[in-house]
């Protein structure tokens, strides 16, 4: 099979035929309330384009841009809301969760996913009160930073907590929970803008404020998660781990599974500098992929610029307020619709299927806004609506696109790529090269928008492109395969072998086949 495919799928794996399990009440109660995790990275995402659109915020912060957008209120400008302080707004908080996302590492791996969730939560739930009761751009970025502190030690911890919960029949679908109540953040954020925009003056400090709901959830929550085996067995707790195994799993017959992690644990302890191991030629497949390549594709789609400004582009196409606040509700709409389709089928069609059928979408959808903008788009003049709402309708089959794919597998297969030796810190690689393209983007695309004009898309279409071309040949399929047993589809893929069995001749071994 060309690309990254395999000749037996899963057929080298050791143990995997052995592995047994129930869906429990208590897995499930566990993933759910974990999962809550992405309601705080996709709140943000969502309110953030709203409170920046709305005219009282703009008038105690940014009162020049107030000025500017009140001056064409009903025409195109490319250029309406090209500010760097306003983009530094949204920006701020994902390069503070870059940075956190080195600490949440080794919190993660030493004291547990549920410790980072839990600071997480306490760190966001700041964050959220801070900026409610700002006065200034000063408070507004302090805010933002520990709101970003938040998000990276949560994003650091639920991707891995829910793919270490789950059986690997389900993996997929119960790591997109995270995708889910991500996208459920986005729309009720969306939803409470459109309402909090017709409160006058304050109606922005109570959407920025009531970031502490999901906070509080995701904190009470976490008091009461058990630890993953995983974490456990890491930590040397040999008896918690197994009980709590069989709990989760819902039968005494957990010994194949448990001994693989009991493996792969005294793996993990000879690792005593796991970001540099995570160099290491043998582990270069996870590296590129995992830690590099797909979290950075993951941005360079050119999503999260819709996330972000949503509100604020449709404005610039000249939707009133309240007409482009209706459309962010449409935008996150499809995206929770679109999570659902992948979680339902993402376990039985493969990552691979699902990235390279949306990637192709995508591409043609951004060629379409970009052909549509260049031909009806102009400076200064009202956009027709017919127009207007054709490209609402390419960017919502865009988004759905996005959603049953890069979103949710962003965050899927990178959690499934690292071994356990190395899973903190690429975990805390993944996070942190996503928040890092995620912060650029937030800072560059209105500037790009006002420079580049219609020609912005077109990036995003050439991006797209490459993006699916290394998925098609460099990505393997990971459906059902346990993921402590993942590592072993590298030594079958057409590409990735090379390393893998380099290494293992260097260290005397005979490569498995």
Request: overall charge positive; glycine content about 10%; charged content about 15%.
């Amino acid at each position: 099979m060309a690309g990254g495919g395999f000749g037996n799928e899963g057929g080298s794996l050791k143990r995997a035929h052995l592995y047994e399990y129930r869906i429990t009440n208590y897995f499930i109660f566990a993933c759910l309330v974990a999962a809550t995790g992405g309601s705080l990275f996709g709140y943000d995402l969502g309110v953030s384009g709203g409170v920046t659109s709305m005219d009282d915020f703009l008038k105690d912060f940014f009162p020049k841009i107030y000025r500017r957008k009140q001056a064409h209120l009903h025409e195109t400008d490319y250029c309406k809301y090209d500010n760097q302080l306003l983009t530094l707004f949204t920006s701020s908080l994902y390069f503070a969760g870059l940075v956190s996302t080195f600490g949440a590492s080794y919190v993660t791996r030493k004291k547990g996913r549920r410790a980072s969730i839990l600071v997480g939560a306490v760190s966001f739930f700041l964050g959220g009160v801070v900026n409610a009761a700002a006065v200034n751009i000063s408070m507004l970025i302090i805010g933002r930073i520990l709101l970003g502190a938040g998000i990276g030690f949560g994003n650091q911890a639920v991707p891995l907590y829910l793919s270490e919960m789950a059986p690997a029949k389900h993996r997929g679908a119960v790591n997109q929970l995270f995708q889910f109540t991500t996208c459920m953040g986005i729309l009720v954020a969306n939803l409470i803008n459109y309402r909090t925009d017709k409160i006058h003056p304050w109606g922005w400090r109570l959407s920025l404020g009531l970031a502490t709901v999901p906070a509080t959830l995701m904190f009470l929550g976490g008091l009461v998660l058990p630890e993953t085996p995983n974490s456990l067995v890491e930590q040397g707790k040999l008896e918690e781990a197994k009980r709590v195994l069989i709990k989760v799993r819902g039968t005494p017959n957990v010994e194949a599974e448990f001994a693989d992690l009991i493996e792969a644990s005294e793996a993990a302890r000879a690792i005593k500098h796991p970001f540099r191991n995570l160099l290491q030629r043998k582990n270069r497949p996870q590296l590129v992929l995992g830690a590099l390549g797909i979290p950075a594709f993951q941005q360079l789609t050119g999503m999260n610029s819709i996330l972000f400004y949503a509100p604020v582009m449709f404005q610039t196409l000249g939707f009133g307020s309240g007409a482009s606040l209706i459309s962010s509700v449409l935008t996150s709409g499809m995206l929770v619709a679109a999570t659902l389709v992948s979680m339902a089928f993402v376990d039985r069609f493969g990552r691979r299927a699902f990235f390279l059928e949306a990637g192709t979408e995508m591409f043609c959808y951004m060629i379409a806004v970009a052909v549509t903008l260049a031909l009806k788009f102009g400076e200064g003049q009202e956009l027709p609506k017919a127009i207007g709402w054709f490209l609402v309708v390419i960017i919502c089959l865009f988004v759905f696109a996005y959603g049953r794919s890069w979103g949710p597998l962003g965050w899927l297969v990178p959690s499934e790529l690292f071994p356990l030796e190395t899973r903190s810190a690429g975990q805390s690689m993944v996070v942190c090269v996503n928040l890092l393209f995620t912060a650029l983007i937030a800072q560059c695309f209105l500037v790009s928008l006002c420079h580049l004009r219609y020609g912005i898309f077109l990036v995003f279409a050439g991006l797209i492109f490459i993006m699916s071309s290394f998925i098609f040949f460099l990505l393997p399929e990971t459906k059902r395969v346990p993921i402590e047993e993942v590592y072993l589809l590298w030594k079958d893929h057409w590409f990735w072998k090379r390393y893998v069995e380099d290494d293992d001749e260097k260290d005397g071994k005979m490569p498995t086949m």
